[in-house]
């Protein structure tokens, strides 16, 4: 099985960028689709991107459509996220999830990393 652990989240202005990486070790991470979902306080875990195990097909929420992007490096066994035009309700703890098929489904991803804390500030 896969392990993942985020990294890149911290404290940010509203309007900045964050970048955060997912690193997977065990298995190659190009065996997997990858997602991202990510859990506010007292809210539930939301889907916020895939991507293929090619990466050629991505997908967003609604709510980050046109601000994130998710790409990948299959080499370097590394998903990442790349954030900009932050806003105070991206703030939520980020978690990268492995799994079979790129979806926006949580019980579809089998493996998950302990999250990282973003906190967009107004």
């Known amino acids: 099985q896969v392990q993942l652990v985020e990294s890149g989240g911290g404290l940010v202005q509203a309007g900045g960028s964050l970048r955060l990486s997912c690193a997977a070790s065990?298995?190659?991470?190009?065996?997997?689709?990858m997602g991202w979902f990510r859990q506010a306080p007292g809210k539930e875990r939301d889907f916020v991107s895939s991507?293929?195990?090619?990466?050629?097909?991505?997908y967003y929420a609604d709510s980050v459509k046109g601000r994130f992007t998710i790409s990948r490096d299959n080499v370097k066994n590394t998903v990442y996220l790349q954030m900009d035009s932050l806003k105070p309700e991206d703030t939520a703890v980020y978690y990268c999830?492995?799994?079979?098929?790129?979806?926006?489904?949580?019980?579809?991803?089998?493996?998950w990393g302990q999250g990282t804390q973003v906190t967009v500030s107004s």
């Open positions: 065990g298995r190659a991470v190009s065996s997997y689709a």
């Open positions: 991507i293929s195990r090619s990466g050629g097909s991505t």
């Open positions: 999830a492995a799994g079979p098929i790129a979806t926006s489904l949580e019980g579809d991803y089998g493996s």
